[in-house]
């Protein structure tokens, strides 16, 4: 249903209690308007006011079932369920009718010549039949003032009803209102923000990053119900090592470079020459190669050749450029920066 029963009964009086107090308001102007004395200014409003109450709840009550049965006036049932809407809307009619009821209930109660017809100020113009009449039309403005209290309590029993929807977390007019294909029906609520009763032990927010396997326990937890996150770090995984860490192995297949550490560093790699021991003259191993003063490129080549030091002499391609860099070529004189007058 797209209306809640309460709702329906509530709005149900409403309009009752507004037609039949519009009809006792319009009998007391028909009357004014005959003799001549009005209508006046109370008759007028509180027919306006009936009228107003009347259209307003016919409105919160058809505009839901409209959209529920032809998928009609949809932006104006999505409004109908905003609580702001539904306080506007539902405060304005209890409003203008409690205010008519409070003044045409001061009116009828106090009005001289209802008390007694020769007493009123018109009862000398209008007079032995407008008094014989006067009684009639004060039991009518009464049972009018008396409706619009009975209007008065039907809005705020619909008042009351819109605060406990609130209260409740419910959609406060159009409960169940249904949401087209189109998507142009109200979109439903997320439920409210419910805080965990304890923190999930392998929770992504709530895991503290770090490098070894720290898991969070709550004291009241067992181990075995605690939930076992299929990313977690297995536990036990890595054993404590005493002393140095192993070292990589080595990638040189060439021995390019595995050269003997030069004089003045140690083997650690600080330059600090108290801490570089030399090895005992026995152990000192020359480095593989060709010759000494050849290259580690041309060593190299020289090992891969097979050649040794007595069956090839070896010709060193820096050691003859070095030659001819220092042998000075012949006619060649060296350059003389000194002054030459011509």
Known sequence: MPISKPAVVFHSLQIFFSFIAMCCFASVASFQAHWHVGPSALSGFAVFVAV???LLALFLVLVPVVYDKYNKLSVMARALRELRVAFILIGTGLGEVFLVAFIATISAWTEAGCKNPANDPNAKNGGKDYQAALPQWCQTKKAGSIFFWLSTIAWIASFVLVVLDWREGRPVLGAGLRTTSRGIGPKP????FR?????DAESIIS???SRYNHRRRDDDDDDDSEIQSPFADPRGAYAATSGGGQGRSSM???GAFSDPTPSGYSA???GDPRRTTSPPAGQYQPPRGG????SRTMALAYEDTGTTTSSAGYDDPYERVRASLATPRPGENPPNYQYRPS
């Not at 805080?195 to 923190?199: G, I, S």
């Not at 010759?291 to 050849?294: E, K, L, N, R, Y």
């Open 52 to 54: 107003t109450n009347l």
């Open 189 to 192: 609520k997320d439920p409210p």
């Open 195 to 199: 805080r965990p009763t304890h923190d």
């Open 207 to 209: 895991r503290e990053p």
């Open 252 to 254: 040189d297949m060439y």
């Open 268 to 270: 650690n790699g600080y």
């Open 291 to 294: 010759p000494q003063g050849m």
